[in-house]
């Protein structure tokens, strides 16, 4: 079952998975404010950097996926890694993308690890998927310290000083809230959001899967 609903202008299919119909917006906002994360009008990275350890959503994501001829334009941003690697929207197109926005203090952030994990390491020889971590708070000793903890292996941009990867999404089906997981198709478009905790591998694995075939099929 499908249902439909409108995201700055574009009709989006709520799922979860493939099994069910997602709430609407007002249902993720209710769930914002019961669970004290930042939402509203404010810039993604003030949001994020406001400093206080509540600005994150427990519990299972709920996914959005975007139809592909309701996609917006391709998202746009540069950035460096933690290891001095440039990072671009541009470079990684014809890949399947997966952004992961995370801090170290919060505690969804740390659930979903493992997850993140797995499916990376699923496509670790691939090179038709690429895993990019979105640090919007920590700076770089506190970011290195988690991912020593949890074995993260895939590049971190530190986004907390300049937004520029949160801010690259806004217009579009943007994070919103931490932990939130965002799929980019081959042309650099937003597919799909999980917002909030990567709650096991089998959902981020067939958003991940369907965009490789769709790419594969265009």
């Given at each position: 079952m499908t249902g439909t609903?409108?995201?700055?202008?574009?009709?989006?299919?709520?799922?979860?998975?493939r099994l069910a119909t997602i709430a609407g917006v007002a249902a993720v906002a209710a769930a914002l404010v019961l669970t004290g994360c930042s939402s509203g009008n404010d810039s993604l990275s003030k949001q994020y950097g406001s400093g206080t350890t509540q600005n994150y959503i427990s519990?299972?994501?709920?996914?959005?996926?975007?139809?592909?001829?309701?996609?917006?334009a391709p998202v746009e941003f540069s950035a460096e890694d933690t290891d001095g690697d440039a990072v671009s929207a541009a470079?990684?197109?014809?890949?399947?993308?997966?952004?992961n926005f995370w801090y170290a203090g919060c505690p969804p952030?740390?659930?979903?690890?493992?997850?993140?994990?797995?499916?990376?390491?699923?496509?670790?020889?691939?090179?038709?998927?690429a895993f990019i971590g979105v640090?919007?708070?920590?700076?770089?000793?506190t970011a290195a310290a988690f991912e020593r903890t949890f074995g993260v292996e895939y590049p971190t941009v530190l986004d907390a000083r300049t937004g520029t990867v949160q801010l690259a999404m806004s217009g579009q089906v943007a994070p919103n809230a931490v932990p939130a997981?965002?799929?980019?198709?081959?042309?650099?478009?937003v597919a799909a959001r999980v917002l909030g905790a990567v709650d096991g591998t089998s959902i981020l694995k067939t958003l991940v899967s369907d965009e490789l075939d769709a790419g594969k099929a265009s």
């Open positions: 609903t409108s995201e700055n202008g574009s009709s989006v299919r709520r799922t979860r998975g519990g299972n994501g709920a996914v959005t996926e975007v139809a592909a001829d309701e996609r917006a470079d990684l197109r014809g890949k399947v993308v997966v952004l952030c740390r659930a979903e690890a493992k997850y993140l994990n797995e499916v990376h390491d699923d496509y670790a020889d691939s090179d038709d998927v640090n919007v708070r920590d700076e770089a000793g997981t965002i799929v980019l198709d081959t042309k650099g478009r």
